[in-house]
């Protein structure tokens, strides 16, 4: 082949590829922002709603592994193509549930969408990694990590805009989107090569791809529903112990099989050599540190007072960040290594977090809250996908790299699932504490003081209240609920003939008025305190996979 059209050939395979990947990382978070416009469409509960996320997370997972399989063993270009087809049929199928008008049918496109997303992502970086020198494997990848990156977080955004140009009653157009991307992508991969290990085709390990599915499955189902804040009572519950039952019982049965397997799904050996154990394991403390940007956008509206859905567009300069830093990341593991890279990208995200702990959220301003997105975007730029696909590619054989792409995106997943469930504890415990903190900037006259916001008889109604509110409307909140207090005492404080109770009333509310800023400072820094703690919970997850990265040979 020429130079000329062996360039031309690498061209259309990024374009094929790196299209892919933006395409299914956006939808992972596209859907996001509406779901509860979705759930209103289609007259579901909340609770319900849930599901079109959770199921196709599942799938997602489970479709992973044994797509990558099937690449290693009928050709990459081959069941890539099949995979983008299934997924633009699914998205296709998700478009049109809103005239459909059935939420079984929703969720069913979205079991079919996400098998064939579950491929896109391993498979094209097994591709691009293979097709490229070693030389120059580093800067393939790091596009890789960059697409991957702002495609993630510009996701829930790009979301909330198409749902602003449409509106709530076309909310189809988040999933129609992927059709023309994903006609393109097929009609361009026809040009490609394929690309895949010369090798008899041994029988499909049906058994092993069951039972990991199952192990899968249940795993992830069990994560999902964990809440490690009330890890107790939650591990108690039937959504969370009998699948955790399940997935341990299979982990034997699999081990099993596989040792017997002809052409095992799943190559035992990832889990015993030490180098790809500890790939694994920092791919996982990745997946763990990518899900702390699900809190940013509600992180930069508490910080810049904004009204709440706003925030995602403030978030954007962290994708930007990430965009930039992941393809720099590969080209300075083409000169330094992979070691060093994963070492300066945690210590970044670890500078970040730890600024948005302990500057931003004392000292809220638009400077401060940029600083920190810099750092954290850098750091997970140059950690994200880019050192850790590098590494397993390095250290599988030619014939198993989509098998070592799928298994390390697997791990990811699982992190993806634990953090937001170890997260949200921060976040929570701030907003248990945010009556306390408002009735002491609030304004005490003849009996009428904050306090009423935790009393016994309130406080159910006002907390259900405060977990709606943000800090633009929480004033708005506090003095509706106190209105309504004094207009139900306003009887049995009438009666008493010294009292003038509209005086007492018109000055308690003036006195409110007052304090609007100390209320919603008060709202904003204990809210901040509670992120806080979460950048620094996010800071001990990045700590381990420095500490990890110290062992890489």
Same mark, same amino acid.
């Given at each position: 082949?020429?130079?000329?059209?062996k360039?031309?050939?690498?061209?259309i395979?990024m374009?094929?590829?790196?299209?892919?990947?933006?395409m299914?990382?956006?939808?992972?978070?596209?859907?996001?922002?509406?779901?509860?416009v979705?759930?209103?469409?289609?007259?579901?509960?909340e609770?319900?709603?849930?599901?079109?996320?959770?199921?196709?997370?599942?799938?997602?997972?489970?479709?992973?592994?044994?797509t990558?399989?099937?690449a290693?063993?009928?050709?990459?270009?081959?069941?890539?193509?099949?995979?983008?087809?299934l997924?633009?049929?699914?998205?296709?199928?998700?478009?049109?549930?809103?005239i459909?008008?059935?939420?079984?049918?929703?969720?069913?496109?979205?079991?079919?969408?996400?098998?064939?997303?579950?491929?896109i992502?391993?498979?094209a970086?097994?591709?691009?990694?293979?097709?490229?020198?070693?030389?120059?494997?580093?800067?393939?990848?790091?596009l890789?990590?960059?697409?991957?990156?702002?495609?993630?977080?510009?996701?829930?955004?790009?979301?909330?805009?198409?749902l602003?140009?449409?509106?709530?009653?076309?909310?189809?157009?988040?999933?129609?989107?992927?059709?023309?991307?994903? @006609?393109?992508?097929?009609?361009?991969?026809?040009?490609?090569?394929?690309?895949?290990?010369d090798?008899?085709?041994?029988?499909?390990d049906?058994?092993g791809?069951?039972?990991?599915? @199952?192990l899968?499955?249940?795993?992830?189902y069990?994560?999902?529903?964990l809440?490690?804040?009330?890890?107790?009572n939650?591990?108690?519950?039937?959504?969370?112990?009998?699948y955790?039952?399940?997935s341990?019982?299979?982990?034997?049965?699999?081990?099993y099989?596989?040792?017997?397997?002809e052409d095992?799904?799943l190559?035992?050996?990832?889990?015993?050599?030490?180098?790809?154990?500890?790939?694994l394991?920092i791919?996982?403390?990745?997946?763990?540190?990518?899900?702390?940007?699900?809190?940013?956008?509600?992180f930069?509206?508490n910080?810049l007072?904004?009204k709440?859905g706003?925030?995602?567009?403030?978030?954007?300069?962290?994708?930007?960040?990430t965009?930039?830093s992941?393809?720099?990341?590969?080209?300075?593991?083409?000169?330094f290594?992979?070691?060093r890279l994963?070492?300066?990208?945690f210590l970044?995200?670890?500078f970040?977090v730890l600024?948005?702990?302990?500057?931003?959220?004392?000292?809220?301003?638009?400077?401060?809250?940029? @600083?920190?997105?810099?750092?954290?975007?850098?750091?997970?730029?140059?950690?994200?996908?880019t050192?850790?696909n590098?590494?397993?590619?390095?250290?599988?054989?030619?014939?198993?790299?989509?098998?070592?792409?799928?298994t390390?995106s697997?791990l990811?997943?699982?992190?993806?699932? @634990?953090?937001p469930?170890?997260?949200?504890?921060?976040?929570?415990?701030?907003?248990r504490?945010?009556?306390?903190?408002?009735e002491?900037?609030?304004?005490?006259?003849q009996?009428?003081?904050g306090?009423?916001?935790?009393?016994?008889?309130?406080?159910?109604d006002m907390m259900?209240?405060?977990?709606?509110?943000?800090?633009t409307?929480?004033?708005?909140?506090?003095?509706?609920?106190m209105?309504?207090?004094?207009?139900g005492?306003q009887?049995?404080?009438s009666?008493?003939?010294?009292?003038?109770?509209?005086?007492?009333?018109?000055?308690?509310?003036?006195?409110l008025d007052?304090?609007?800023?100390?209320i919603?400072?008060?709202?904003?820094?204990?809210?901040?305190?509670?992120?806080?703690h979460l950048?620094?919970?996010v800071a001990?997850?990045?700590?381990?996979?420095?500490?990890a990265?110290?062992?890489?040979?």
């Amino acid at each position: 082949m020429s130079e000329a059209l062996k360039k031309k050939s690498t061209s259309i395979a990024m374009l094929v590829f790196l299209l892919g990947i933006f395409m299914g990382a956006m939808d992972s978070g596209i859907v996001s922002p509406a779901r509860n416009v979705i759930a209103s469409g289609l007259g579901i509960s909340e609770s319900a709603s849930v599901w079109m996320i959770t199921i196709y997370t599942l799938a997602y997972a489970v479709s992973m592994p044994i797509t990558g399989k099937l690449a290693d063993t009928y050709g990459r270009k081959k069941v890539y193509m099949i995979c983008v087809t299934l997924f633009a049929t699914g998205s296709l199928l998700c478009g049109i549930s809103d005239i459909v008008g059935s939420y079984g049918f929703l969720l069913t496109s979205r079991v079919v969408e996400a098998i064939g997303g579950g491929g896109i992502m391993p498979i094209a970086t097994a591709y691009i990694g293979s097709s490229f020198p070693e030389e120059k494997r580093g800067s393939a990848l790091g596009l890789v990590g960059g697409i991957y990156g702002i495609a993630t977080v510009l996701g829930p955004t790009l979301g909330s805009f198409i749902l602003s140009v449409a509106g709530d009653g076309k909310w189809g157009y988040l999933f129609l989107i992927n059709v023309p991307i994903s @006609i393109i992508i097929i009609v361009a991969a026809l040009k490609l090569e394929e690309n895949k290990k010369d090798s008899d085709i041994k029988k499909m390990d049906i058994w092993g791809s069951l039972i990991l599915s @199952i192990l899968i499955a249940s795993l992830m189902y069990a994560l999902t529903n964990l809440k490690f804040y009330d890890f107790g009572n939650s591990i108690k519950t039937l959504d969370v112990w009998p699948y955790l039952l399940i997935s341990i019982i299979m982990v034997p049965i699999f081990i099993y099989i596989e040792k017997r397997a002809e052409d095992p799904v799943l190559n035992l050996s990832f889990f015993t050599n030490n180098q790809i154990a500890l790939t694994l394991f920092i791919s996982l403390i990745v997946g763990c540190g990518l899900m702390s940007t699900v809190f940013l956008p509600q992180f930069a509206e508490n910080v810049l007072k904004l009204k709440r859905g706003s925030g995602g567009y403030i978030v954007t300069l962290f994708a930007v960040f990430t965009g930039i830093s992941a393809p720099l990341g590969g080209k300075f593991i083409d000169k330094f290594g992979v070691k060093r890279l994963l070492l300066l990208g945690f210590l970044a995200n670890i500078f970040g977090v730890l600024y948005q702990a302990v500057i931003t959220a004392n000292h809220p301003n638009f400077t401060n809250l940029t @600083i920190g997105l810099v750092f954290m975007g850098i750091g997970m730029g140059f950690t994200m996908g880019t050192p850790v696909n590098y590494l397993m590619m390095s250290l599988v054989k030619p014939e198993e790299i989509s098998m070592g792409q799928s298994t390390v995106s697997l791990l990811r997943s699982i992190g993806v699932a @634990i953090s937001p469930n170890l997260l949200i504890n921060f976040v929570s415990d701030a907003g248990r504490n945010v009556p306390g903190a408002i009735e002491k900037v609030m304004p005490h006259i003849q009996g009428i003081t904050g306090g009423a916001l935790g009393s016994s008889t309130a406080s159910a109604d006002m907390m259900n209240k405060l977990q709606n509110a943000d800090v633009t409307n929480i004033f708005e909140t506090v003095k509706s609920f106190m209105m309504s207090m004094l207009n139900g005492i306003q009887h049995a404080m009438s009666v008493n003939p010294n009292m003038d109770f509209a005086a007492l009333k018109s000055n308690y509310l003036t006195s409110l008025d007052k304090a609007k800023p100390a209320i919603e400072n008060a709202y904003q820094y204990t809210m901040n305190q509670g992120y806080a703690h979460l950048f620094i919970g996010v800071a001990v997850i990045s700590l381990l996979g420095l500490i990890a990265s110290l062992f890489i040979k």
